[in-house]
């Protein structure tokens, strides 16, 4: 505390002492008075025996000394508090003298009740001036002065002392600004827990003084307290004092894929502010730190409803706000195929493309007018119109086997000019192929080679076809796996059996 403090202390408790002592002296003086007489101590009293300084009892006069009014006048005088001496019992014949120690009496009464009188003052004005003293030291201005110019002189220990005081003054308690220099005090004496003490109660008469939101903040970050800081941030993010503490603010992570509804499996990723990781949960919970920890690789979310919060956490502790998504997954069969080109009329060669097969999906046809299934024919690629008029099916199968609508196209393919033997060569692979005979135009099913052989030329049946062998090789040995023919107007393909000149033919 300041030296001009301790010096006003001083000089007020000096002046109440010297008060004191001038009214027991004046007492004192008085007292000794009225047992004297021409100087000389009567009742064998001596004037050394007096102890100055301290409070002596008032002596009282019997009313015996007193016969007039004299006596009713004088209150301090009680009945028993005089004895007469020898000295005082003076023959009645002797007026003179009697009436003489009489007056004498009287005067020193008199005196003694002047001297009461001024000790008694000179106390009162020793209990009202201590009084009033302490009463101003007490005041709420007077700890909020002396506190605010300890304040200023970089006397933040004593300065503390004084405002809170005062800050517990009813003034006091609502006077914010006195209570935020109180905080500056504790903060720079070293007091932290005190500190935060005050901005607590700044805050509890008004929540949105924004210089205690600040404060607040910056202890709870300087001391790594992210929990208490998460709690401000949740409190004011969103409020007036919103720009205090958005420097401390971790943002939500962000998935890979927006919730809502999907016909596949997905895989969900999360990112987040630099430094800070990520925690979910698929149970309903609150993440948290003991939740489980995402570390970059993808969540697979499957078929039926998941709930996922997650919440990211920076280095000392602070949370985002919890994100909360939910994927509704339900294996939808996939769109029905996009054959090009439409049913109708064309010439020969035309090329038949799916345009819309996603990804671990499969297509399938048939051109026998049948539904097909995973067991039918794979599309691999375009391939050419049939001859003729054929019905071609097609179907997408998904990974989870669900087949899409069957889509159809009726081709009529007009063949304006005979077949080749290579156009006719052609049209017999695209038909093994179509019938599961051969894998593709020059592998067999089982994965042996195909090689195809020109026989003849020949009428069967009235129909002018190619006559072609169908060979296998496999493990160095060739074995004929079958005789067709392929008629050279439509380009229809046979089955044919016997020899030249024998032949007989089945439509494929």
Excluded: W
């Amino acid at each position: 505390m300041s030296d001009d403090f301790n010096k006003d202390t001083s000089l007020e408790d000096e002046i109440a002492k010297s008060l004191q002592k001038m009214a027991e002296e004046e007492t004192t003086v008085a007292k000794a008075f009225v047992g004297t007489e021409n100087g000389v101590v009567e009742k064998k009293q001596n004037v050394n025996d007096i102890d100055y300084g301290k409070t002596q009892v008032v002596p009282t006069i019997p009313k015996e000394l007193l016969k007039d009014d004299e006596y009713e006048e004088n209150p301090l005088l009680e009945d028993d508090d005089y004895s007469e001496t020898e000295e005082d019992k003076i023959p009645e014949a002797d007026g003179n003298i009697s009436a003489k120690k009489k007056n004498d009496k009287k005067k020193k009464i008199i005196i003694v009740s002047v001297a009461a009188t001024v000790a008694v003052i000179a106390i009162i004005t020793i209990i009202i001036v201590v009084s009033a003293s302490k009463k101003k030291k007490q005041s709420y201005d007077y700890y909020y002065n002396q506190g605010m110019k300890l304040y200023e002189e970089g006397n933040y220990g004593d300065a503390a002392g004084m405002l809170s005081k005062a800050s517990k003054d009813a003034k006091g308690k609502k006077n914010l600004d006195l209570k935020y220099t109180l905080f500056k005090c504790y903060e720079s004496s070293g007091n932290e827990n005190d500190a935060v003490d005050v901005l607590k109660d700044i805050l509890s008469y008004d929540e949105n003084y924004k210089d205690a939101v600040k404060s607040l903040a910056q202890i709870y970050y300087k001391k790594e307290d992210g929990d208490n800081l998460t709690k401000l941030i949740r409190k004011y993010e969103d409020g007036s004092c919103k720009d205090v503490v958005k420097e401390y603010i971790v943002n939500e992570p962000v998935p890979s894929k927006a919730a809502g509804s999907y016909d596949d499996n997905i895989e969900l990723k999360f990112t987040c502010d630099t430094g800070a990781v990520v925690y979910y949960t698929t149970d309903g919970s609150e993440p948290g730190k003991k939740s489980d920890l995402y570390d970059g690789s993808a969540i697979e979310i499957q078929n039926g409803t998941t709930k996922i919060k997650a919440v990211a956490i920076n280095s000392i502790g602070v949370s985002s706000n919890v994100v909360e998504l939910e994927y509704v997954i339900e294996y939808g069969a996939p769109a029905a195929p996009d054959v090009t080109p439409v049913s109708g009329k064309y010439s020969e060669g035309e090329k038949v493309v799916i345009n819309n097969i996603p990804d671990k999906c499969k297509a399938y046809y048939t051109i026998d007018g049948s539904t097909p299934t995973a067991a039918s024919t794979e599309y691999t690629g375009e391939f050419t119109m049939p001859s003729g008029n054929t019905v071609v099916s097609f179907i997408i199968v998904n990974e989870h086997n669900q087949s899409s609508p069957v889509v159809k196209r009726n081709y009529n393919v007009e063949v304006k000019n005979k077949y080749t033997f290579s156009q006719a060569e052609s049209q017999l692979k695209n038909t093994l192929i179509a019938k599961k005979v051969l894998k593709s135009e020059n592998i067999a099913a089982d994965g042996s080679k195909a090689n195809f052989v020109y026989e003849t030329k020949a009428t069967v049946s009235d129909k002018e076809m190619y006559i072609i062998r169908y060979d296998v090789i496999k493990g160095g040995s060739t074995t004929t796996a079958g005789l067709y023919g392929v008629d050279t107007s439509s380009g229809k393909v046979y089955t044919v059996t016997g020899t030249e000149g024998s032949y007989s033919a089945k439509e494929y």
